[in-house]
Every structure is written in structure tokens, then in C-alpha cells.
């Protein structure tokens, strides 16, 4: 059966009325936010990095402390990784403190300290995939780019595919293309965004009829959340696996498994039968 195409019936007056729409939030209702005031590459790739798979409330307690700590790429790039995670802490997903810091090391030894504008340069880096690629092209160098987050798609989905399921990214994109104006795309998104954050209060469940809808286990009791007890008691200073399963848990093996797993992907070093960060 052939697709159809989600841009067909869409005409420019429609386009402008959900332009409209969308601007007229905005205005009203639109967020002020610490990363929406710069348009500092490094300062905006913090946020992005920051804001995967996290609230903005959470991001929002960290980001000036991050910012204070390591005001550019190259005081990230020369501090070490004990310090960074440290700084990090509160925030999870360790793996994109790491990231940070190696993106810093290759911008200044690859890029003359100068983030690329690219999206596909952009996405060679660590912890950077295309949407986090195509979200740094918006904002910090204005760049007319399709991009979709969580918030977009529901807005998306809300006003362009009343009744569907099963509603894919790539149904979105060519919408999200059609609808982008000619200027201001990065308070475009902003503006998407925000209008997103408020459907979601007033009509819950719109991404559930996504096609890449997941929902996120809990993290009370989960092996991530162990995994971040482990790093935050070793940045506090080396340790054995006795001591730490003695201080967070009674199943030495699982200790055992998380130090190994930590050791391999570059977050501690084991010396001598104490385990340290790097």
C-alpha cells in the first residue's frame, strides 16, 4: 500500500494559523530559561547534553553550577574526570558526563576550540546522535533544521493527526519541515516546545499513539540507580568491592558486576584492589 503523505491538504493558511497558535503561547506563556539567554555553542551543547532523558527542573539546578565550574571548552577539556563527575552528580547518566568531557578534548585538539556547525560532524562526536546534533544547529547557530523531541511530537501529533496511530518520526519530519518559517527557527522550537510541555499537563497520553513510544522503567532499585551509588561513593575516594557492597548492598557479586562494567566503559581504574575514578 502506498504511504500517504502526511503534508497532503496542508495548505499555507492552515500553516499559518498553527504558526499563529504556536507564536501566540509563546508570547504569552513561554519559559525563561538559563540556555535560552546565550547563544554560546558550548553553554547551549551543555543544556542539550544535560536535557537527554532529563527533566528541565532537574537540569535547572545543575547547569550554572556545570557552567561555573567549567566555563568553556577548554577548562572542560583540561579538568579532570573526578572533578567533572563530581560536578554531575545529581544529574545520572554518568555516561554523559564522560561524553562532555571527551567532546571538549576534541573540540580543542580537532576543531581549534570552535564547535562544529554541522550536523553530521556534530553527530561523529560522543553522546551526540542527529537529534541532539540537529537541536545544536537550531540553537545555537540558527540553522533551519528538522528536529523532533518528545515535546514537538506531541504538538505534532495533537493538531496534524487527530484520530491516527502508530504515528512515525518520519510522518512528523516532512510536517515539521513544512511548517518551519523562514526565521526565527530557533525561537520556533522554543515556541514548540513550550506549547508541548502544556498539552502534556492538559491532554495527557498524545505520544503513546507514536510508533517509537517506550515506556521508562523505574529507577528505584534498578541497576542504574546502584551504578550511581558505586560512582558517588568512589568520588568520595577508592574503595574495595568489601567495602562498598558493606556500604550499599548485600550482594557482593552485583558490586562486583557493576565495578567491572564501570572499569570497561572508562569511569574508574582498579589499583592494587582498590577502585578509583579516573
Known amino acids: 500500500m502506498k504511504r500517504k503523505d502526511p503534508t497532503a491538504g496542508l495548505s499555507s493558511d492552515k500553516i499559518r494559523r498553527f504558526q499563529e497558535t504556536i507564536w501566540g503561547n509563546f508570547r504569552r506563556h513561554g ?5 535560552r539567554r546565550t547563544r554560546d555553542p558550548y553553554r547551549i551543547l551543555v543544556s542539550e547534553i544535560m536535557l537527554q532523558q532529563t527533566q528541565v527542573q532537574r537540569v535547572m539546578l545543575k547547569y550554572a553550577e556545570f557552567i561555573a565550574a567549567f566555563p568553556d571548552f577548554a577548562s572542560l577539556a ?3 574526570l573526578r572533578d567533572v563527575l563530581c560536578t554531575w552528580q545529581g544529574l545520572g547518566y554518568n555516561r554523559r558526563a564522560i561524553a562532555l568531557k571527551e567532546i571538549a578534548e576534541r573540540v ?7 564547535l562544529p556547525d554541522s ?4 553527530a561523529t562526536l560522543p553522546g551526540i546522535g542527529r537529534a541532539t546534533a540537529s537541536a545544536i544547529c537550531a540553537f545555537a547557530f540558527d540553522r533551519p533544521v528538522v528536529f523532533i523531541e518528545t515535546n514537538i511530537r506531541t504538538v505534532f501529533i495533537y493538531f496534524l493527526f487527530q484520530g491516527r ?3 512515525t518520526d518520519a510522518d512528523i519530519a516532512s510536517l515539521v519541515e513544512k511548517t518551519l518559517p523562514r526565521r526565527n527557527h530557533r525561537q520556533w522550537y522554543y515556541a514548540l516546545m513550550d506549547y508541548g ?10 505520544n503513546k499513539r507514536s510508533a517509537h513510544y517506550q515506556t521508562q522503567s523505574p529507577f528505584q532499585g534498578s541497576n542504574r540507580q546502584m551504578r550511581g551509588q558505586v560512582l558517588k561513593a568512589l568520588i568520595g575516594g577508592p574503595k574495595t568491592p568489601a567495602a562498598l557492597s558493606k556500604m550499599l548492598a548485600p550482594d557482593p557479586a552485583h558490586i562486583r558486576n557493576i565495578l567491572t562494567r564501570l572499569e570497561s566503559e572508562g569511569f574508574i581504574k582498579k589499583d592494587r584492589g582498590l577502585y578509583a575514578v579516573v
Do not use: E, S
Open 119 to 122: 550536523i553530521d560532524t556534530l
Open 108 to 114: 580543542v585538539r580537532d576543531f581549534n576550540g570552535a
Open 78 to 80: 583540561r579538568a579532570r
Open 31 to 35: 519559559r525563561d530559561l538559563p540556555w
Open 197 to 206: 510541555v502544556m498539552l502534556k499537563k492538559h491532554v495527557p497520553g498524545l
Open 165 to 167: 496511530q502508530r504515528i
